[in-house]
């Protein structure tokens, strides 16, 4: 109990109007920023604005800001009144949700090894890096990937916090820090994660519940980092209830059907009546199981109103290491799941660490990944692979008055692309990026061609 007084004296400090962040924070944030143009004046109200000609629902529609929220959607209005910006055939998108991913481990695969056959796991090379990292290192490289999320047309992101005996938590201080800084940029909700298990030391679950007492507004559980899964998957229930807060799994990420833990998830959170509150992520072992099995627990899983996002980029890398005879690539069968009425998310997940080397906060990406990896590639697939990235996310986050309608928060993407076929396999710009009303990313793209022309 002490250790986590002490974390938790750390924490206090957090919740105080944030200092300014040392020299080396300054220096990873710079960095981002070379990337990305913010727009100054977070806290500022902002002025109503007309969108002019862009393409909502496959229609060329004006869409009218007023008070950070949807005024209304026409063709034409009038613009009295509105400063105005043409995005005439360019495709609007609600903004982009992040619903599951790491800021706090972001930006490390170059302090340690990456993955190969026979050789340590990612969460065993993490926990060692774990127990170096500072509140202040942190910080910088979570910042860096939020502005580079917000660059790519994120406007709201669930990120996920580890606590545990390595870390304690320092995650947890340097988080909420960052949160209180991106307000008005950036929705940031954040997660106790128990990355490391809850049962190896005396001291992880006093420090989740602490983090919790701190702010955090989602319990996260890891049930297959202890060897009693549903003793894990009991108290993080049990917990939950306690506090009040919603759950997100990391779940069933393997490829053996005898540890499945998913279909117990299903029956607790009906048991307990937490519909609608609980969220797994990855889920892999879905796609390894026989048919009517698959069916059976998709089937528990839409009566009990599971969330289930997907993370493709990871299981790409992580998955059939140590495999002599295929390499299963571990993606869940998302299209299933959308079929049966599942609610069906992807995530970025992790950014430059040993389980995503490559990974980088960009949800039109994890798109286009998707759509290679999950036979998802047709362009009826393509027309609703956004759902993935903007309303069902949302859903999962429970985000109230979100979407492109009259009376939801003016949260906007605008991509420089007629439809969503042609923005995830040219992975078009984000022109603009709005949140309530107000552009918080600009970005441009050039190109030179020379070509000769005949005749």
């Known amino acids: 109990m002490k250790r986590a007084e002490r974390a938790l004296r750390m924490v206090d400090r957090a919740t105080k109007p944030a200092e300014r962040p040392p020299r080396m924070v300054d220096r990873a944030t710079k960095r981002a920023g070379r990337a990305l143009r913010m727009v100054d004046g977070a806290t500022k109200r902002a002025e109503p604005l007309l969108l002019r000609g862009g393409l909502v629902g496959g229609r060329r529609q004006d869409v009218a800001i007023r008070d950070g929220r949807i005024e209304r959607l026409g063709a034409p209005l009038d613009a009295a009144g509105y400063e105005t910006l043409d995005v005439t055939d360019r495709l609007l998108l609600p903004g982009f949700v992040e619903s599951h991913i790491h800021p706090d481990k972001?930006?490390?695969?170059?302090?340690?090894?990456g993955l190969r056959a026979g050789g340590p796991t990612p969460q065993h090379l993490v926990a060692e890096l774990k127990k170096t990292f500072t509140v202040d290192d942190i910080y910088a490289r979570a910042r860096r990937v939020l502005e580079l999320a917000v660059r790519h047309g994120c406007t709201t992101m669930r990120a996920h916090v580890e606590v545990d005996a390595f870390v304690e938590l320092r995650g947890v201080e340097a988080m909420r820090r960052l949160q209180a800084d991106v307000a008005g940029v950036l929705d940031l909700e954040l997660i106790a994660f128990a990355q490391e298990g809850i049962f190896h030391d005396t001291v992880t679950k006093d420090l989740l519940r602490e983090a919790l007492k701190a702010g955090l507004r989602v319990l996260g559980g890891c049930p297959?980092?202890?060897?009693?899964?549903?003793?894990?998957?009991?108290?993080?229930?049990?917990?939950?209830?306690?506090?009040?807060?919603?759950?997100?799994?990391?779940?069933?990420?393997?490829?053996?059907?005898?540890?499945?833990?998913?279909?117990?998830?299903a029956q607790q959170t009906l048991a307990r009546a937490m519909q609608g509150r609980v969220t797994l992520g990855h889920l892999c072992m879905l796609d390894v199981l026989e048919p009517a099995h698959r069916a059976r627990l998709i089937g528990q899983i839409r009566e009990a109103g599971i969330h289930v996002i997907s993370l493709p980029a990871t299981e790409l890398h992580v998955?059939?290491?140590?495999?002599?005879?295929?390499?299963?690539?571990?993606?869940?069968?998302?299209?299933?799941?959308?079929?049966?009425?599942?609610?069906?998310?992807?995530?970025?997940?992790?950014?430059?660490?040993?389980?995503?080397?490559?990974?980088?906060?960009?949800?039109?990406?994890?798109?286009?990944?998707?759509?290679?990896?999950?036979h998802l590639g047709n362009l009826d697939q393509l027309a609703w692979l956004p759902e993935l990235?903007?309303?069902?996310?949302?859903?999962?986050?429970?985000?109230?008055g979100y979407g492109l309608a009259p009376g939801c928060r003016a949260d906007v993407v605008v991509l420089d692309a007629r439809d969503a076929a042609q923005a995830i396999t040219e992975q078009a710009e984000k022109l603009y990026v709005l949140k309530a009303g107000r552009i918080v990313a600009r970005n441009t793209r050039t190109s030179e061609l020379s070509l000769p022309r005949r005749g």
């Open 224 to 265: 297959y980092m202890d060897g009693d899964q549903r003793a894990h998957i009991d108290w993080c229930f049990e917990t939950a209830q306690e506090f009040g807060v919603p759950l997100d799994f990391h779940a069933d990420s393997s490829d053996d059907p005898a540890q499945l833990t998913t279909d117990y998830i």
């Open 389 to 400: 990235i903007t309303t069902n996310p949302a859903r999962a986050l429970g985000l109230e």
């Open 319 to 374: 998955k059939a290491r140590t495999d002599t005879r295929r390499t299963w690539r571990g993606v869940t069968r998302i299209g299933e799941l959308r079929d049966a009425g599942v609610n069906v998310s992807i995530s970025t997940n992790n950014i430059v660490n040993p389980f995503t080397p490559y990974g980088h906060p960009d949800l039109l990406r994890q798109a286009l990944v998707t759509a290679m990896a999950a």
């Open 106 to 113: 972001a930006f490390i695969a170059d302090r340690t090894q």
